[in-house]
């Protein structure tokens, strides 16, 4: 059977779900490395930040290097790592006497397949032949949250009937997906982003003035969305008093669920409003649900605080991409190279800002306050470059307009 660019898309669908695995479902367990490898807090920050700091490296070097070996070759290659390091993951821990070293290890080999993911899978989804782009990449990057929602939901549903001393087999199951999607890529068809596969290149790149904006915008977004994601589960059971299967659905699931509906949302609305307005009234949002779980004592009220903020980072990462797409012509594979080089880098930059106090998550996420904020202004200096240049364009063609 002949297979079409319907099939490249659900194949990036699920390259995302992939990606979810890797940066959800480990999370999920670190209550449990703290009680069986007897791994403290600040060991697991280093997880977090690993994770993130090897796909950091994985964007930064594949702006070298994917057009060389291709689409095809670098998302079999994702796949493989992605599945080797959940595998890794149930046994490597116990043959070092400290058992960090092999949960460092496992985490260093999956995060650099989903790093390599996280460059590859919207490049090739643009590349596809659709008609509305914009709402292609909304829903692409929706199933992260499906796949979030999914892992949280299955993996709480397993530890409850079978308990949570049998990680392992969930995370052989969980390997299973990028094994299964790794052969489904070596057959579905793809495209070049760019005409005969040639973009800018990284100095002409680098001139592009709104690279840079959209650069810090990726940077915010990604400090946003993790801030809140990677402590969402620990936090519902530490900071809330709840149990774990009540954390993992309250905390990260909830997250998770709002923030694919609010991608749903935007790939809905991204034809009729602005995605910058769509990006402003989620940072906005954002900034809200820090206050919330940050000042509001009540556990209910923190609940709702996360749920609000997966709802609110919702339309950034995609905007993000969408905008970069729309106002870097011809950035190709570099650009959502460098791209996913600043989200990865807030990716670090969140958790690491809301975990610095150690259990007293409320003031670390108080902090983290900062990165909406920044990201409202990268979107208000967007908005004056894009007006600026508008009325420049306007003058060009007509002289002696000057309004």
């Known amino acids: 059977m002949k297979l079409s660019y ?22 999920l367990l670190f209550v449990t490395f703290q009680t069986q490898y007897a791994t403290p807090l600040s060991e697991i920050t280093v997880l977090i930040a ?26 079999v290659t994702a796949h493989a790592f992605a599945a080797a390091g959940l595998v890794l993951l149930t046994f490597l821990p116990e043959l070092f006497s400290e058992a960090f070293w092999g949960l460092l290890i496992s985490v260093i080999v999956y995060a650099f397949g989903g790093g390599l ?83 800018l290149g990284i100095k002409s790149l680098f001139k592009n003035k709104y690279l840079w904006i959209f650069l810090l915008i990726m940077l915010c977004a990604g400090a946003c969305e ?26 990260p699931a909830l997250f998770a669920l709002l923030m694919g509906i609010s991608r749903l949302i935007y790939g809905r609305l991204s034809q009729k409003i602005k995605i910058g307005f769509l990006m402003l009234i989620g940072a906005v949002l954002c900034m809200a649900s820090y206050l919330i779980i940050a000042l509001v004592p009540h556990p209910a ?44 880098s807030g990716c670090i930059l969140g958790p690491a800002v809301a975990g610095a106090f150690g259990d007293d998550l409320h003031t670390g996420i108080l902090i983290a306050v900062i990165f909406p904020v920044l990201l409202i202004a990268g979107i208000a200096v967007l908005f004056a470059m894009k007006k600026r240049d ?14």
């Open 50 to 75: 690993v994770n993130f700091a090897v796909q950091l490296s994985v964007d930064l070097s594949s702006a070298f290097f994917i057009d060389k070996i291709g689409y095809r070759a670098a998302a």
């Open 6 to 27: 319907k099939n490249t898309i659900a194949a990036s669908f699920i390259g995302y779900i992939v990606q979810a695995i890797v940066n959800i479902f480990v999370p």
């Open 117 to 199: 993911l996280e460059v590859i899978v919207s490049p090739i989804v643009e590349g596809c032949p659709t008609k509305n782009k914009a709402q292609t990449m909304g829903f692409l990057h929706s199933f992260y949250c499906w796949g979030s929602v999914a892992v949280v939901g299955f993996s709480t549903l397993f530890f409850a009937l079978c308990g949570v001393e049998n990680w392992k087999i969930m995370t052989w199951v969980w390997a299973a997906v990028p094994l299964c999607n790794l052969v489904y890529f070596c057959f579905v068809p793809l495209m070049p982003l760019n005409e005969e596969g040639r973009g």
């Open 226 to 251: 993790l801030a809140i994601s990677q402590w969402a589960s620990l936090f519902a059971e530490k900071g809330l008093g709840v149990s774990k299967t009540v954390g993992d659905l309250a905390g």
């Open 301 to 344: 009220a923190g609940l709702v605080g996360m749920g609000l903020s997966g709802f609110a980072v919702g339309s950034l990462w995609p905007g993000a991409f969408s905008g970069a797409a729309e106002s870097v012509k011809g950035g190709g594979a570099t650009m959502y190279a460098f791209l996913a080089l600043a989200g990865d």
């Open 390 to 403: 508008c009325k420049k364009e306007r003058e060009t063609h007509d002289p002696d307009q000057l309004s």
